[in-house]
């Protein structure tokens, strides 16, 4: 059992220096987004629901943005969306599933085609909660909801860094590192 202890704790001090190495970057954006996948998973912190919000890149696979909330509405759709798009104005393709929330696309956007399918059919984003459950699980919760965005932030940038580096972990770290070396 001492070894299994030791790899879960060496585990641990891994994510401790990947989570403050990755508070260095943002999201990685591919050029020419045309069609993106929207969902919420929920978090419980001390019985309390918050919500974690993504958007999907459908080609590339990457998180394109994120947000954390305590509430499934409009506002934070909007807010999700700004976070994407900013002032852009480019057309693009969103596919969410019916949550009523979503509706805030066709009120504040017009140069968003919004596609909604069926509850469990938005693979492309769905995929990534139950990754980053994972990792939540891994870090065995929070200790303090205010550290929630950093967590969501770390997760979005390593799934990406890992997604454009063949899910090589080295390759990973040594972009981290030098992040920190260079600047």
């Not at 947000?67 to 499934?72: A, E, F, M, P």
Request: aromatic residues 12%; contains cysteine.
């Amino acid at each position: 059992m001492p070894s299994e202890t030791h790899s879960i704790s060496k585990y641990l001090m891994s994510l401790f220096w990947i989570l403050k190495l990755s508070s260095f970057f943002s999201i990685l954006v591919p050029e020419n987004v045309f069609k993106v996948h929207g969902d919420e998973t929920v978090v419980l912190f001390k019985s309390k629901k918050y919500y974690v919000w993504f958007l999907v890149e459908h080609n590339s696979n990457l998180i394109v943005a994120w947000h954390v909330s305590k509430y499934r509405d409009m506002g934070q759709v909007k807010i999700l969306l700004e976070k994407f798009f900013g002032n852009n104005e480019r057309e693009i393709e969103l596919i969410t599933d019916g949550l009523g929330a979503y509706g805030a696309v066709k009120i504040l956007y017009k140069n968003i085609n919004h596609i909604v399918v069926r509850l469990g059919q938005n693979n492309q984003c769905e995929s990534k909660f139950s990754l980053f459950q994972d990792f939540v699980r891994a870090k065995r919760g929070f200790k303090n909801i205010e550290n929630l965005p950093m967590y969501v932030n770390s997760f979005c940038v390593v799934r990406n860094l890992l997604k454009l580096n063949d899910n090589d972990i080295a390759r990973v770290i040594c972009v981290l590192l030098s992040s920190i070396t260079t600047s």
